[in-house]
């Protein structure tokens, strides 16, 4: 392969070796969890509560994906779609218990298991996960076969473009050890460029599909609204006010009730107030966000 002047690489001098080994830590923000290799590291039994569905998950976008479609679903009046949601604390590994491994070979969240078959069903991947309450409950996905297929290309779109926001753009802008203007301009040009796919087809349409809310909201909302909302405190770097029609579509979902509720759950950052660390019930919003559990102790109710 072509390294360039080794002089001119970074460190001045590099070049690749013949073949890569682990013999030093990335650095950066999640270098204690990274390794090349998959599996689990320790042995520990996930928990399972009352309802069929159990989801193992933090708040980040690939997570609150779940969330609102959950929320979202009861708020349509589902109560097959009861769960409870297991705060994975990815900094400290959790990620990587036998029990998490079981269900999520990748060890990502977020991970979740229905038990209202037996034996239950495993399902990873923030996208599978979606489109399969999707299909199991008949909702946010049209039948009919060109909106369907529309629904389904955006859908692909974000989870193929999400490398690029979160562990391209955003781990070198925000978590590297160090600023690399050639990773930074790279990834800042393709965060653009999809912002602008996106707000181009939110000039022809009301939703990212079509006329009609639907998975392929919720799936972009949590990624592209947080990226011209507060995602890597790069709003101003990014000139997000370009993108007149995203903003427009992330405050017509923002308003939701269900959106607002999703992304409360296993929010382990922020206001406290807007943390739901677990959710078991939907009276949790009320009696048990991070604030009041904080109140009393950290007891729950």
């Known amino acids: 392969m072509a390294n360039g002047d080794p002089a001119d690489n970074f460190p001045a001098g590099y070049v690749p070796q013949a073949v890569w080994t682990f013999d030093q830590p990335s ?36 997570g609150v994906k779940v969330t609102i479609m959950l929320e979202e679903l009861l708020a349509r009046g589902h109560a097959g779609a ?53 299909e199991k409950f008949g909702e946010f996905l049209p039948t009919e076969t060109r909106a369907r297929a529309a629904v389904m290309n955006w859908l ?14 955003g781990h070198f802008y925000a978590y590297a050890p160090i600023k690399i203007e050639y990773a930074i301009n790279r990834f800042t040009m393709e965060t653009k460029r999809l912002l602008h796919v996106l707000d181009t087809q939110l000039g022809k349409t009301q939703y990212v599909a079509g006329d009609d809310y639907t998975i392929a909201d919720i799936a972009n909302f949590t ?9 890597y405190s790069a709003q101003e770097f990014l000139s997000v006010h370009e993108y007149a029609n995203v903003s427009r ?43 009041k559990v904080d109140a009393r102790g950290g007891t729950r109710v």
């Open 27 to 62: 650095g950066g923000t999640f270098a204690n969890i990274n390794r090349p290799v998959s599996g689990a590291t320790h042995d520990k039994v996930l928990p399972v509560g009352k309802h069929p569905l159990q989801l193992y998950s933090l708040g980040t976008p690939n």
């Open 156 to 169: 692909m779109w974000q989870m193929g473009s999400a490398p690029y926001l979160g562990g391209g753009f």
């Open 223 to 231: 990624w592209y609204g947080n990226m011209v909302r507060e995602a």
């Open 82 to 134: 009861e769960y409870d949601a297991w705060l994975i604390n990815i900094g400290q590994g959790d990620q990587f218990s036998s029990g998490f491994v079981e269900i999520n070979p990748n060890s990502k969240i977020p991970a979740l298991a229905d038990h209202s078959l037996d034996p239950p069903v495993f399902l990873f991947e923030s996208g599978s996960i979606v489109f399969y309450l999707a």
């Open 249 to 291: 579509w992330v405050d017509l979902v923002a308003a939701r009730p269900a959106v607002q509720r999703g992304r409360m759950v296993n929010r382990a950052f922020g206001d406290p107030a807007g943390q739901l660390r677990e959710r078991h019930d939907a009276s949790d919003f009320e009696n048990n966000t991070q604030d």
